[in-house]
Nanobody, 123 residues
């Protein structure tokens, strides 16, 4: 059974940056779409950004998803953090078969999920 593991969460002041990382057993991450989602207390889970198979990175506003082949990971860089970014951040993988094409942040398309890493932005 594939397992995704997120890391890099923590406490940060507004205006700061954070880099989260997602690693996986049993999968070569480069072959699949990877997305990041987040869920704040009392709110629904929402998509943040994603990266397509064999694509190096994808920037969506303050959020940049990038593949880190040296670490065998997919990272999420969040810039200019604000308190509204406080949430549990999850990475997800759209598993086999391998497909070419783009990616989306539609939760229903992703069938492997990590346990999440907490990001807290406070003044």
């Amino acid at each position: 059974q594939a397992q995704l593991v997120e890391s890099g969460g923590g406490l940060v002041h507004p205006g700061g940056s954070l880099r989260l990382s997602c690693t996986a057993s049993s999968f070569t991450l480069d072959n699949y779409p990877i997305a990041w989602f987040r869920q704040a207390p009392g709110k629904e889970r929402e998509g943040v950004a994603c990266v397509s198979p064999y694509s190096a990175n994808n920037k969506r506003g303050r959020f940049t998803v990038s593949r880190n082949n040296a670490k065998k990971a997919v990272d999420l860089q969040i810039d200019n953090l604000n308190p509204e970014d406080t949430a549990l951040y999850y990475c997800a993988l759209k598993g086999p078969p391998i497909r070419l094409g783009g990616c989306t942040v539609n939760m229903l398309e992703y069938n492997y999920w990590g346990q999440g890493t907490q990001v807290t932005v406070y003044s």
